[in-house]
């Protein structure tokens, strides 16, 4: 498996965007949210979506350059249309509102439509993070997508919603929790599909109600369908899942799952809140330390070295692969270089 430096993956992106005539600010924060998900382990997120975005470029499915519209705005709220432009861009404007609006009015939301696929959500969720925000972000499939089973179903009637809310530190990397309301986000089924690597027990029921551990069955007929996430509490991954795709899809008006025929793309709904309005952020932050501290010191079972938070394994990846280099599957790697 060849391994390739943060900055390795930044040169290829950009070259292959580069290519294709994609502005060169707009394929900046594109290559930075692949190349920091691979960073931080996220590679079901990472340069692995770079084919994907140059068949979706060539069939005119994401349109560079578009511009993001404001359809309604307060001083607290914006919805956005974003033209079906490219999705990192998108959140990233979205997001940058927010914390502009926030700093005004102590609380703000922005809803967004007709956004192609963002990546990770814990990404944006930092740039609130720098701020000394406290950002929330979920996204459905803008209706399509549909490859999560409900709570008791076998078939696919949810995308894998994900949920994303990053809390700054003082001095700190800042805790982050990243995750689909599924099992494990659908992306990650590809990875397996590349390494050739069965999926664990408990990732996919098939349309026979049986559990399999095929990553090729996800895409076969019919499909097998990604579990919500809780194992024999799934029906609280379930509940979560429902809300996420009510306030990304039927509050932004990108519209609830639906249908497999839906054009897939996010739904995305933004929360930033600025602690500075609450409290001082000193303060704030040493709590968090505090409370950080009393959740480490618990006894641990055995087998455990440490209590992590949210979003630490990611920061520990992050430096071991800026030491060692950034893995990169096989079968990813020869589709990215057919794109040279």
């Known amino acids: 498996m060849p391994h390739f430096t943060a900055e390795e993956l930044t040169e290829i992106c950009r070259n292959v965007f580069q290519k294709l005539n994609i502005p060169a600010a707009e394929a900046e924060i594109v290559t930075r949210s692949m190349v920091d998900a691979n960073r931080v382990g996220h590679d079901s997120h990472g340069v692995i979506h770079l084919p994907k975005y140059v068949r979706e470029l060539e069939e005119g499915l994401i349109q560079p350059g578009a511009p993001t519209e404001t359809l309604h705005e307060s001083a607290s709220i914006a919805v956005l249309d974003g033209n079906w432009g490219f999705g990192p861009v998108i959140a990233t404007r979205a997001v940058e509102l927010a914390i502009q609006k926030a700093k005004q009015t102590d609380l703000s939301s922005v809803a967004v439509s007709r956004c192609n696929e963002t990546g990770r959500l814990g990404g944006y969720a930092c740039l609130a993070a720098e701020a000394e925000m406290i950002a929330l972000l979920m996204a459905n499939d803008h209706g399509g997508g549909t490859c999560v089973a409900p709570h008791g179903g076998v078939e696919g009637r949810l995308s894998t919603n994900p949920i994303a809310c990053a809390v700054p530190i003082e001095g700190q990397d800042p805790i982050i929790l990243d995750m689909s309301t599924s099992v494990v986000a659908s992306g990650k089924i590809r990875v397996k599909q590349h390494r050739d690597e069965a999926v664990p027990h408990g990732w ?75 409290r001082g952020f000193p303060g704030f932050s040493a709590e968090i330390e505090r409370f950080i501290e009393y959740l480490k010191s618990a006894k641990r079972a055995a087998g455990v070295d440490a209590i992590r938070m949210p979003g630490e394994r990611g920061w520990k990846e992050q430096r071991r692969r800026e030491r060692e280099g950034i893995p990169i599957d096989a079968e990813t790697w020869a589709q990215i270089q057919i794109l040279f």
């Open 204 to 278: 996919l029921i098939g349309a026979d109600s049986e559990s399999t551990t095929d990553a090729d069955d996800f895409y076969g007929v019919p499909p097998a369908a990604l579990l919500p996430f809780g194992g024999i509490a799934a029906h609280k991954g379930f509940g979560l899942s429902v809300i996420v795709d009510i306030l990304s899809g039927a509050l932004t008006g990108a519209g609830c799952s639906q249908s497999e025929d839906a054009r897939v793309g996010n739904g995305l709904f933004v929360l930033v809140i600025n602690v500075a309005s609450f």
